[in-house]
């Protein structure tokens, strides 16, 4: 959920993969719109070849925000194509919209160690907001309290860290050990502690999929966690390749935000089945399916909180 530009790798040897459909899929659940496309190991085909294996991405990408990416043929061996590679990616990372700076301060934990000297570190993407040396902060769901010893942004020494950012906080204050923390959990403004069990959210259900059932066991991804969920339909029954409206009923806490975005996988979590976004994080168990319980997430769908309202 950090990513802004999608960098599609396809060997030129293999074509379109049955994983590569899966990545593509997982990337507009994401909400990503942009994307750039690497033909690799272009050493091992002709340009007959590579016209080809250009030809299946393009009819993978024709129906999706990623159609008309531009392709690029390179080779590691050679080096054919890597500097305009390059250069197309700085290009496309000064054009990315900004991360939303101006909210309250989330870090997605994919990694917590203890480092000697300094104590226990944690890095992550910063979602969101901004954090500073001696800020006070919590660990969510758990609802640890810590405090902001130093930071490292970009794998650089810094005072602040921003959003969009690739962070280490290192960490102090009772009960912050490395165990204590685990991958999956946030670091955030203590405001933002408010850990859920029960979320309404809008599911996109992938092609080719069988329709969503009542009470039906998934994995759930969000950030940097994963975490087991019951499905609870709140509308018509949601068919392939279209939108409805759902009630994850979590094993476990979650910190979450409204309007991220999720991805679920089957229970045995082998393939991706859908995704979509958080719409109500405080969603009630009785009366969920009622007409005004409906309106209400229709109005809360809106991306302008002053609209939701």
Do not use: Y
Request: aromatic fraction near 2%.
């Amino acid at each position: 959920t950090g990513i802004d530009l999608l960098l599609l790798v396809v060997a030129a040897d293999d074509a379109v993969m049955p994983q590569t459909r899966e990545h593509v899929a997982i990337a507009r659940l994401l909400g990503i719109a942009e994307a750039v496309v690497a033909v690799t190991k272009a050493d091992l085909g002709d340009a007959e070849r590579i016209e080809t294996v250009e030809g299946e991405i393009a009819a993978l990408l024709g129906s999706s925000p990623f159609a008309g990416a531009p392709m690029l043929p390179v080779s590691t061996l050679t080096g054919e194509g890597l500097p305009a590679l390059a250069d197309l990616l700085a290009a496309r990372a000064l054009e990315a919209q900004a991360r939303q700076g101006d909210g309250a301060f989330r870090l997605a934990v994919d990694r917590c160690f203890t480092l000697q000297g300094a104590g226990t570190v944690v890095t992550g993407t910063v979602l969101s907001g901004s954090v500073a040396i001696g800020d006070s902060v919590v660990v969510s769901p758990g609802g640890l309290p810590a405090r902001v010893r130093s930071i490292h942004a970009q794998n650089r020494p810094a005072e602040r860290g921003m959003a969009g950012e690739r962070c280490a906080l290192n960490l102090a204050g009772p009960g912050i050990t490395k165990d204590a923390i685990r991958h999956g959990e946030m670091v955030l403004a203590p405001a933002l502690h408010a850990p859920t069990m029960r979320i309404d959210a809008e599911v996109t259900l992938l092609p080719g999929e069988k329709a969503l059932t009542m009470w039906q066991p998934v994995r759930l991804h969000h950030a940097a966690a994963e975490i087991g969920a019951r499905i609870v339909l709140l509308g018509d029954e949601t068919a392939p390749g279209a939108d409805g409206l759902i009630q994850l009923v979590l094993d476990e806490p979650l910190a979450a935000a409204v309007l991220d975005r999720f991805v679920l996988r089957d229970a045995s979590a082998t393939r991706t089945i859908g995704g979509g976004r958080f719409l109500d994080l405080r969603a009630p168990e009785r009366r969920r399916r009622s007409p005004e319980r409906l309106a209400q997430l229709a109005a809360l769908s809106n991306f302008d909180p002053a609209d939701a309202l």
